[in-house]
């Protein structure tokens, strides 16, 4: 199958799906199409039990696409550009600690907590998995993915600090827990031995080194937009940062994902205020929100059909289904944590919880476990990231707007009740030890 026809049958497949979930079910976009995809696929399964033979096909298509390529090359580039650009400078700011310390110490704390728990749930299973790839598993299921994330902050009504705080660092820490699998992978495979000097000159390399030449690069795009009038040019300079910025973060061993982020949003709030005219502006918004509409729905279709390739062993199941709590409750602790310890303000009450619920995980954990070396660990760990993939998207993101609902309410009520509370403790009257000091007081001064 030539590259034209598989992009061919992705396009069809996502429209026609796009097309069943707007006429018939009415979810989220890219919910609805993957819930499509993962039904089609489960009815392929099913066919193929009764031995029709369809899934074949399905795996065929799967076989000629590099999944892990296709998303972390060709598509999360553009993906996290169109989202860094409705991303506030100025309210990203304001929440610069709390997005640096969870995007970062973090995504740590979580990796070394989901591998730590999973190897001792593992085993209580029957099914042990060396502890290098447990924190392998950690590291790709720890960051929360900035694609299904941006997608569900447009309906979720969550606070707007805790939306702003989620964003930023859904948009960072895919990046630095794309850097901390890679550093685990080497070791786990035995390209480079365990060094925490050079691990760490890795890491700031990766992190800072694509920060910085995202600066660079958004630099020179918003001085080359500011000198002229022309939305087609424009659009397609913008087009180019993207592109040929990714593929020069990749050239140079620095995060591509970083890089972009950093670039989308110097041009969404600085490129888009002054670099632009009212035209240019409304069409490059339109054009960025149509690439990002489509390039999701072809994703959340290949997260779908990636069934196909999950391996139905009793107990893989299992350990799937007990990774979800344990990552649940490992993205608390790593954002309680450091926010308590380094006393993190700027956030309301209840804010974790809903930051803990609306952290979805999606295409990106998916193709990092894609990438792993054939063998039992690579299904095992492929199994449990599709089943915390699956229940991220379509319960996590289904629930989050009640989640944040009830917990604004609850914090309202609190605040009315401890306001009521402190507006008695002004009015109650005076003991009458205060009482007759008050007419001792008063006789005093009278005489």
Known sequence: MTFFNIIAVLIVISALFAYINFRFIGLPSVIGVMLVSILVSLGMILADRLGLGIAREGEYLLKNIDFKNTLMVWMLGSLLFAGAMHVELNAL??????????STVGVILSTICIGTLMYFVLRWIGIPM????????GALISPTDPVAVMDLLKTAGAPKPVETAIAGESLFNDGIGVVIFTLLYGIAVGEHAFSPGGIALLFV?????GAILGLALGGGAYWLLRSIDNYQVE???????????????ITLDTSGPITIVVAGLLIGNQGRK???????????????????????????VLIGVELLAVTFAQKYILAGMAAIPVALASRYGSLALPKYILRLGGLPSGALKIMTWGGLRGGIAVALALSLPLGQERNLILTMTYLMVAFSIVVQSLTIKY????DVLNTIQFDTIRGRFRNHQDNKPASNIEQRKDNNTTLKLKS
């Not at 990002?292 to 072809?298: A, G, P, T, V």
């Open 235 to 249: 659009i397609l300079l913008t087009l180019a940062l993207v592109i040929g910025g990714y593929a020069l973060a």
């Open 93 to 102: 700011h304001e929440q610069k600690w709390n997005v640096l310390v969870f």
């Open 130 to 137: 060396g502890y290098i790839y447990c924190l392998l598993f």
């Open 274 to 300: 002054f670099a632009m005219s009212d035209q240019t502006r409304e069409r490059l918004t339109m054009f960025w929100e149509l690439v990002d509409e489509i390039l999701n729905s072809i994703l959340f």
């Open 205 to 209: 390399r990766e992190t800072f080194g």
């Open 403 to 406: 989640v944040a609902t009830w």
